[in-house]
């Protein structure tokens, strides 16, 4: 039972390209999200899926898209990346009813230069 | 959405009790109590959760008063390798889908 894994651990991406972080469950969660974490700040909410084929847009959703094709996968694809997206990328999942306890991968490190 | 405040630091030596305090003035009838933990380089981990007075697990116990409108987190004999930073989340979890909140925490550093 590997939890959520999360692909890759780091990057380095020149400003305009493109690329796409893949978040894995085996807990058969409903509930997956994607937050940013910036030095010394919280994690905020990039966008969150309630189940398979669905998406919604969380607090800073702006440069990011996503897509859930799978129940166990949440892609996370930044299609012109730029230095303001530099940060570390935790996805998680729930189950629902359970926002709260939700259970987080180790994240991406993604620097943009 | 309940806004949460909590000390931006704190801290204590091995095998003291610890109790962070996390103020949460215009929390919601529905909204629930939780805090995660977070080491450097880590996702967060989800410690505990309550909705009104005392709530204990195996790591921690979580206390509400009466108003709710703060919540202590109480860590008994804390180590060295409880260092890391401390978030307290208030929301309505029954529904509210992506209505996790994360604030700046608490860093609580151990020494011994």
């Known amino acids: 039972n590997a939890g959520v894994t999360q692909t890759p651990k780091f990057r380095v991406l020149k400003t305009g390209q493109s690329m796409t972080l893949l978040c894995a469950q085996d807990?058969?969660?409903?509930?997956m999200y994607w937050y940013r974490q910036d030095p010394g700040m919280g994690l905020r909410l990039i966008h969150y899926?309630?189940?398979?084929?669905?998406?919604a847009k969380g607090e800073v959703p702006d440069g990011y898209n996503v897509s859930r094709l799978k129940k166990q996968n949440f892609l996370l694809g930044l299609e012109s990346a730029a230095p303001s997206q530099t940060s570390v990328y935790f996805c998680?999942?729930?189950?629902?009813?359970?926002?709260?306890?939700?259970?987080f991968g180790p994240g991406t490190r993604l620097t943009v230069t | 959405l309940a806004k949460t405040t909590q000390p931006i630091s704190m801290d204590s030596y091995e095998g003291q009790e610890v109790n962070i305090t996390c103020s949460h003035n215009?929390?919601?009838?529905?909204?629930?109590i939780t805090w995660y933990q977070q080491f450097p380089s880590q996702g967060p981990r989800f410690i505990i959760q309550?909705?009104?007075t005392k709530v204990t697990n195996e790591v921690a116990s979580l206390f509400i008063p009466a108003d709710r409108k703060s919540s202590t987190l109480s860590l008994p004999r804390v180590s060295l390798s409880d260092t890391a930073v401390y978030y307290c989340?208030?929301?309505?979890?029954?529904?509210?889908?992506?209505?996790?909140?994360f604030g700046k925490g608490t860093k609580l550093s151990v020494k011994p």
């Open positions: 998680a999942s729930s189950y629902p009813g359970m926002e709260g306890e939700q259970y």
């Open positions: 807990m058969n969660h409903e509930y």
């Open positions: 899926s309630v189940g398979e084929g669905t998406t």
């Open positions: 215009n929390i919601a009838t529905n909204d629930y």
């Open positions: 309550g909705y009104k």
């Open positions: 989340l208030v929301g309505d979890y029954g529904g509210s889908q992506g209505n996790l909140i």
